[in-house]
């Protein structure tokens, strides 16, 4: 009910022709009248209907006006209406109602004086327009009061959001500058040793084997340099959503005994095994170039943090061949895991490991491997128990239509 609504007032006599007099008395464009020809009627209307006022013929038959205010006085939904009492009994019937609400009981006399009548109706009325009024302001009130609270928690999460964001900004900076400065640290003292050997006259340093091996360095410190800048180009292509993939014709076996064969020298140097289980060629429509590099960041990533021992990495092919056929690669490690709270971060772009030291990249390997996963119809999944190792899921349709990678993965 709005606090517009018009009053409801109830009148209750046994006589309708008292009924038709009362109701032409009171009767109000902004009110509405309710007549019940007994107490009975009287209740079932006032379980049904919110009441501004009651007025009771104190004589009627069966239950009678007094009756009908000590039943009221006893539901919790009817205690507190108003009642005006009619009677055609003597003064003393002022004090023959007792225990009801204080105010909230009058008396009138019959013959009714009409005058006296609208007057009381309208104290009531005007009471309850009130009492309405105000109930609707409070509500208001707590309704905005509840929106502020809501506003204020977003807030607070929107800023600690922001902090957090700063934080990884200015991490993630003095990072790059890092990986960045320790490539470029060693070409740099690697030309001054070779001007000052110029100087010098030695020209041994410069024989063809010596020169091979010093190119090979200096490609090692510039590839670890475009890796770097290539992954931090990628993510901004994935957030803009314009990486595109090219796809082509692969196989799956002999990419992964390349990739594994490439990564030798590093995973020796962490006393890492890799084991590729032997697989017939699977053969999928994908892009190469990707495929490789996600493999790569998997293997590089079980390199790291997989703690050094056997790397297993494993095919199954759920029927390449067949429409609607995948491929699943498994990389499996035995290092110390990743713990449940952090297991879904990892994938999120600059999110890595606790800060021991232990950690080596950007954090953006996963990010960028589970986009190009998502970008081929994939998923990149991960399933770890803290202290057990982890097993990294790269899922691949085996035929699948170009997708340009988002950042809503
Ligand atoms: N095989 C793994 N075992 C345990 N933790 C891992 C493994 N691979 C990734 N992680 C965790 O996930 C984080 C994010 O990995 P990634 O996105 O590749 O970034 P980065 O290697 O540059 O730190 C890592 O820093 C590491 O904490
Ligand atoms: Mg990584």
Redesign the pocket.
Known sequence: MSAHDPSKVLIVDDLPENLRALEAVIRDEARLIFQAASGEDALSLMLEHEFALAILDVQMPGMDGFELAELMRATSRTRNIPIVFVSAAGRELNYAFKGYEQGAVDFLHKPIDPDAMRSKVQVFVTLDQQRREMQRQMAALERARREQEVLVRELNDTQAELQRSLRMRDEFMSLVAHELRTPLNTLFLETQMRSLQLKRGTMAAFQPEQMETMIRRDERQIKSMIRLIDDMLDVSRMKSGTLSIRPGRVELTGLLERVVADLGLQAHATGTDFVLAPHAPVEGWWDEFRIEQVVV??L???L???GGGTVEISVHDEDCTRAGGQVRID?R?H????APD?IER??EPY????KTGE???????????RQLAASHGGQLT?Q?TLGQ??T?SLTLPCLVVAVPATASA
């Open positions: 960041n998997l590089t990533n079980a790291r943090y997989g990389v490690d290092g110390k895991g990743i952090f990892i994938f999110e890595r490991g606790a950690t080596k990249g950007l954090g953006l390997g996963l990010y960028i491997s991960v770890s190792g982890a990294f």
